[in-house]
């Protein structure tokens, strides 16, 4: 049974009223239904059905009040967006009265009467708070907005509630608000009362972010040095500067890829199921996923066998321009403390400087003094742009699909082979890179060069959700 309505504001995200789970709080209770014009027709060729994986209500709704009506739904699966789907932005602009703004649902069209099965759209006027006080004695807030005609009759009711109210800004619509409260429906001088988004802006950003179930340790790293990965001659000898051995699970993503008990490659947990690693390290069937480990002497949280490796299509070009794998695990991880999936970057999403970027990895070449081949170590790393790096691997080795570093980060100075990038901006580390080749001995100019994560996205995507 339809119980409220909701606004789309991202792929994993629908913003509707907390007052909507004051009885059923348990998300999994819940279903968002996108893309539906007929709720009778439980066949509608567009609808996207959904499970709920998490309610985040503002911790400072009152029922008394009503002050702060908000919540987010985080989805169980991304919705996906065509002509009937979509996102809205939130309206972060001043919003003047007598603006006219848009309201949709499947709520009653008459007051106690019952809800429609056909979305309903009306449009209403934004009233000035002070006539709204007026009109309910003073429980009006700043975070909540009017709307109405001034004679009643048209207004949100029973079963619309958390629903948007949808302004336009002459190009799109943005989302104004969510129906919150009223007196009746429809009534004269009782217009609907929302929930003002632009006051809550700030709460939709970190509690989106707080839950966001990807690229974040309970531990945060720690002894990482605060200036990037160095590499210097002494007496004749590369040595590595910069590089610590990590705090234990600070980098829960990292994973060993073992063949026989020997660690040979690292690969990074992108979810429960998947891992992403090198293709060059040759990972194959029934070798083994060790997760949450960071001496390769001890026990890990878990080792899971390897079920299948899927490559992407490879040319014959050397070195290799498509030096990834996605490994299918032989069972989920089970994400907690000590592992945990990192966060992929979106497409549109470019690292330069403003990220801070590190590498993490196992083993031991001669350039790491200090360091122990068997606990995982660190690094930050400086990026290379692809011009500087051009200019000195030449312009065919370098593709637009690779990112460069500093040379510090290759193979031959940190010793793993399928050593991870990961960049990290509002608290949350993304894999932006995967080692794929540098020079062979350590050279203290030639930079690191990587696989660019954010231009497979596609590739990723497709396959972890084919197969
Ligand atoms: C929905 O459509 C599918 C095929 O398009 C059909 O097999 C199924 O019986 C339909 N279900 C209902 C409830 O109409
Ligand atoms: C509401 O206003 C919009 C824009 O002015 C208009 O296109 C739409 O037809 C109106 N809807 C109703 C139900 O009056
Ligand atoms: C708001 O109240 C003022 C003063 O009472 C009145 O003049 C005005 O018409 C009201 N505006 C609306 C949109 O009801
Ligand atoms: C690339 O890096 C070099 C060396 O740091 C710098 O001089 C150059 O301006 C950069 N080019 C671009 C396009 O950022």
């Not at 309910?136 to 907005?145: A, C, E, T, V």
């Not at 629903?163 to 217009?191: A, D, I, N």
């Not at 070798?287 to 079920?307: I, K, T």
């Amino acid at each position: 049974m339809p119980a409220c309505g909701g606004a789309i504001i991202a792929p994993l995200w629908v913003i509707t009223a907390a007052h909507c789970f004051l009885r059923f709080k348990d998300a999994s209770s819940w279903i968002v239904m996108a893309g539906k014009h007929d709720l009778d027709n439980s066949n509608e060729s567009f609808q996207q059905l959904v499970g709920v994986s998490k309610i985040v209500s503002h911790q400072g709704y009152s029922m008394r009040t009503k002050e702060f009506d908000v919540a987010l739904l985080k989805l169980r699966e991304p919705l996906q967006y065509n002509q009937y789907v979509r996102p809205i932005e939130i309206w972060m602009r001043p919003l003047h009265p007598p603006m006219r703004c848009s309201i949709t649902g499947w709520g009653s069209t008459r007051e106690n009467g019952p809800r429609v099965n056909l979305l309903q759209e009306v449009n209403v006027t934004l009233m000035p708070l002070d006539n709204c006080t007026h009109f309910y004695k003073g429980r009006i807030q700043p975070s909540m907005l009017c709307a109405g005609e001034s004679e009643g009759g048209v207004d949100a009711c029973q079963g619309d509630s958390g629903g948007p109210l949808s302004c336009y800004t002459g190009e799109r619509y943005q989302l104004g608000g969510l129906v919150s409260w009223g007196v009746g429906c429809g009534r004269v001088h009782k217009p609907g009362v929302y929930t003002k988004l632009q006051d809550h802006a700030d709460w939709i950003a970190n509690a989106m972010t707080r839950v966001l179930s990807c690229g974040k340790a309970e531990t945060p790293p720690c002894r990482l040095g605060s200036l990037p990965a160095t590499l210097s001659d002494v007496g004749g000898e590369v040595r590595a500067g910069g590089v610590t051995e990590a705090c234990p699970y600070s980098w829960p993503w990292q994973v060993s890829l073992q063949s026989e008990g020997r660690h040979y490659c690292s690969g990074t947990l992108i979810n429960r199921r998947w891992v992403l690693a090198a293709h060059h390290c040759n990972a194959k069937m029934g070798d083994m996923v060790v997760l949450g480990v960071h001496d390769l002497r001890f026990m890990a949280s878990q080792s899971v066998p390897v079920d299948e490796v899927f490559e992407q299509a490879q040319d014959s070009s050397f070195p290799p321009n498509n030096d990834l794998s996605l490994i299918r695990l032989g069972e989920p991880a089970r994400s907690g403390d000590s592992v945990f999936p990192v966060c992929l970057p979106d497409d549109d999403i470019e690292v330069d400087d403003s990220w801070t970027c590190v590498t993490t990895g196992w083993g031991q070449t001669k350039t790491l003094e200090k360091v122990s081949p068997h606990s995982l170590h660190q690094a930050r790393v400086s990026l290379v742009n692809l011009t500087a790096c051009r200019s000195i691997w030449g312009e065919d080795l370098i593709k637009d699909t690779h990112l460069c570093t500093h040379p510090a980060a290759a193979v031959s100075c940190m010793g793993d082979a399928g050593a991870p990038l990961v960049c990290q901006k509002h608290g949350l580390y993304f894999l932006f890179g995967v080692v794929t080749w540098g020079s062979r001995h350590c050279d203290l100019i030639k930079p690191a060069v990587f696989t660019s994560i954010a231009d497979v996205r596609l590739w990723i995507k497709d396959t972890t959700e084919d197969v």
